[in-house]
């Protein structure tokens, strides 16, 4: 069993920054791969970005390509999103997920975080 526990979200002005962090508990975390997915209210969860379990291999949604960052520390059982230039659709709650098997959907991931609200204002 892993549990997954995200922080960070808050509200942000267009164009600003923000940092989310996941940590992990449980199982060995890099033994798992990880990555971010997001909701909007009335939309389906969708992926944002994947990591490998060693962190050489990650994956962006195309949207986020450029303005985002998935990160790792093995050492602190912690992964990270590193989001930039925010948009007013950027806006959702933010989850961590994590899985022995590489993750692109949601149905791939056995673990999923709580959730954190992330709010661009225009």
């Known amino acids: 069993q892993v549990q997954l526990v995200e922080s960070g979200g808050g509200l942000v002005q267009a164009g600003g920054s923000l940092r989310l962090s996941c940590a992990a508990s449980g199982r060995t975390f890099s033994r798992l791969h990880v990555g971010w997915f997001r909701q909007a209210p009335g939309k389906e969860r969708e992926f944002v970005a994947g990591?490998?379990?060693?962190?050489?291999?990650?994956d962006y949604a195309n949207s986020m390509k450029g303005r985002f960052t998935i990160s790792r520390d093995n050492a602190k059982n912690t992964v990270y999103l590193e989001m930039n230039n925010l948009k007013p659709e950027d806006t959702a709650v933010y989850y961590c997920?994590?899985?022995?098997?590489?993750?692109?959907?949601?149905?791939?991931?056995?673990?999923w975080g709580q959730g954190t609200q992330v709010t661009v204002s225009s």
């Open positions: 997920a994590a899985d022995e098997l590489w993750i692109t959907t949601p149905n791939d991931v056995d673990y």
């Open positions: 990591m490998s379990r060693t962190g050489d291999i990650t």
